[in-house]
């Protein structure tokens, strides 16, 4: 690089009206001269010295991203070194019924356990015994019988984030009620929908092999589905139909809301299809459900569709009436052209009204008021009071190893 002091310009005259012009020509020639000379190499300092912190931004964002994923992988690491512990869980309503003006006692008890396998294996089950008991002409007192059922016991291999293989007793995955919203301490009325039976047979369960799960198509969409065989089982509280199905559902997180159809061909008797519809919508904006399902079958059709609304949000009294929520459902069923004896065996329309008090999350006073209407005498007043509890306790302590 050249240096500015090194270069010697000699003895000049001052400046004046009496120098010569070659002189001042000069003058203003050399310095001229110098910025030629030292551009390119201060050009290419410069160059020298970006490269250089271009090369260091890039080194530093290479390691800012190792240090990330060496942050995921240890808490992936953390997490598949936490042991799962078994869990016991159990759902207990008390209600009482009065349908037409007679009363029934519904007494039920539903326990639950999970029982871990390592970090990819899972059993399951879940069980129902329940009484309905009802007065008898002439007798005094309430009578009835006990009733069992095993409503699913399967063995879970999660195989990743996506999917998860089942064998064994499964829910039937047609529509959502009778997975997600069957069990006591979750429905917001104690009633079953009147569409309920069709393509979940008389127990609601299937026997033999599952495939289940989710993935992303988008950054804010999510696709749900399962899949199912089940075998022909008759032994009481076994029993499940032959059959196969799927069910898919496409989920937006940002408004939570969910679509979805289901198919079912059933592979005895008539070997017949169903389908069906359902519809979630939970905005997180306020306490509010809508859901809503629509099922189709050579045994009838159908929909129901139910809203709720907790007040925790009510302009007035928001204090007292933060603890209440407000149910609605209406729905309707059409006889189709192979009766089933555990659907209506006429038209009927029904609509229902309830009120719930939550004590808690997990221990809940409930009410409802519902009107059927029906032709050959079917109309009448369908009210229930009852209570619901959950429990869930874990058996043991996870140990991180």
């Given amino acids: 690089m050249l240096e500015l002091s090194s270069i010697s310009l000699g003895p000049l005259a001052p400046a004046g009206r009496h120098t010569p012009?070659?002189?001042?020509?000069?003058?203003?020639?050399?310095?001229?001269?110098?910025?030629?000379?030292?551009?390119?190499?201060?050009?290419?300092?410069?160059?020298?010295?970006?490269?250089?912190?271009?090369?260091?931004?890039?080194?530093?964002?290479?390691?800012?991203?190792?240090?990330?994923?060496?942050?995921?992988?240890?808490?992936?690491?953390?997490?598949?070194?936490?042991?799962?512990?078994?869990?016991?869980?159990?759902?207990?309503?008390?209600?009482?019924?009065?349908?037409?003006?007679?009363?029934?006692?519904?007494?039920?008890?539903?326990?639950?356990?999970?029982?871990?396998?390592?970090?990819n294996w899972l059993i399951e089950s879940r069980d129902t015994f329940e009484i309905n008991m009802a007065p008898v002409p002439g007798e005094n007192g309430y009578k009835g019988y006990l009733q069992k059922e095993v409503d699913y016991l399967q063995l879970d291999y999660i195989v990743n984030s996506h999917m998860t293989v089942t064998v064994g007793r499964f829910l039937t995955p047609f529509g959502i009620f009778n997975e997600r919203l069957y069990p006591v301490w979750i429905r917001n009325l104690q009633t079953d929908p009147l569409i309920l039976p069709i393509s979940t047979g008389p127990s609601g369960a299937g026997t033999g092999a599952m495939v289940r799960g989710g993935f992303?198509?988008?950054?804010?969409?999510?696709?749900?589905?399962?899949?199912?065989?089940?075998?022909l089982s008759t032994d009481t509280p076994l029993d499940s139909e032959r059959e196969l199905g799927a069910r898919a559902g496409i989920y937006l997180p940002g408004p939570r809301l969910e679509v979805g159809?289901?198919?079912?061909?059933?592979?005895?008797?008539?070997?017949?299809?169903?389908?069906?519809?359902?519809?979630?919508?939970?905005?997180?904006?306020?306490?509010?459900?809508?859901?809503?399902?629509?099922?189709?079958?050579?045994?009838?059709?159908?929909?129901?569709?139910?809203?709720?609304?907790r007040l925790s949000q009510a302009p007035v009294w928001r204090h007292e009436l933060r603890h209440v929520q407000v149910v609605g459902r209406m729905q309707q069923f059409y006889v189709g052209k192979v009766p089933n004896g555990v659907l209506p065996t006429v038209n009927t329309n029904m609509f229902e009204f309830g009120v719930n008090y939550y004590f808690r999350d997990d221990f809940r006073l409930v009410s409802s008021y519902g009107r059927q209407f029906a032709p050959q005498g079917g109309n009448m007043n369908v009210w229930n009071v009852g209570v619901t509890y959950r429990l869930a306790l874990p058996v043991g302590h996870g140990d991180i190893q």
Avoid: C
């Fill in 216 to 231: 992303n198509i988008a950054p804010k969409v999510e696709v749900n589905y399962a899949t199912y065989f089940s075998t």
């Fill in 21 to 119: 012009r070659a002189v001042r020509a000069l003058r203003l020639l050399i310095p001229a001269l110098i910025t030629f000379l030292l551009a390119p190499n201060l050009l290419a300092q410069s160059q020298t010295e970006m490269q250089a912190q271009s090369e260091t931004q890039a080194q530093s964002d290479t390691q800012a991203q190792s240090d990330t994923e060496a942050q995921i992988d240890a808490a992936l690491a953390d997490s598949q070194s936490i042991s799962p512990v078994p869990v016991f869980s159990a759902g207990l309503a008390y209600n009482t019924f009065f349908q037409g003006g007679t009363p029934n006692l519904h007494p039920l008890v539903s326990p639950v356990v999970l029982i871990p396998l390592g970090q």
């Fill in 261 to 309: 159809g289901s198919y079912q061909h059933l592979l005895q008797d008539d070997h017949s299809n169903a389908f069906g519809f359902h519809f979630a919508w939970q905005p997180s904006a306020i306490p509010f459900d809508l859901r809503a399902e629509y099922a189709r079958s050579d045994n009838g059709s159908g929909y129901w569709v139910e809203s709720a609304y």
